[in-house]
């Protein structure tokens, strides 16, 4: 059975950071593209970032220069590193991967950056 499992996410201070990471398991292919959203109470979900099977990324511009995007083949995890947290981005942040043209989502983490 093929989960995606997320971790990492958490309460911290404004300017603090977290990683979150997403990681799949129960598949015998490697993730494709990666993608991270997110969804704050009252809000669309919205997306943040995204990486290529090349490593290319792509940033909205609300996070650009705090956030990056990275991912590990051989641990089939895709990871959100989010630097200088700031309050607006308090929100349930969920990973998506494509994995053989097919889409699986995580099951969402919790940040919150609040003092």
């Known amino acids: 059975q093929v989960q995606l499992v997320e971790s990492g996410g958490g309460l911290v201070q404004p300017g603090g950071s977290l990683r979150l990471s997403c990681a799949l398991s129960?598949?015998?292919?490697?993730?494709?593209?990666g993608a991270w959203y997110r969804q704050a109470p009252g809000k669309q979900r919205e997306f943040v970032a995204h990486?290529?099977?090349?490593?290319?990324?792509t940033f909205a511009d609300s996070v650009k220069g705090r956030f990056t995007v990275s991912r590990d083949n051989a641990k089939n995890t895709v990871y959100l590193q989010m630097n200088s947290l700031k309050p607006e981005d308090t929100a349930v942040y969920y990973c998506?991967?494509?994995?053989?043209?097919?889409?699986?989502w995580g099951q969402g983490t919790q940040v919150t950056v609040s003092s």
């Open positions: 998506t991967v494509v994995v053989t043209r097919r889409q699986y």
């Open positions: 129960g598949s015998r292919f490697s993730i494709n593209v």
């Open positions: 990486i290529t099977s090349g490593g290319t990324t």
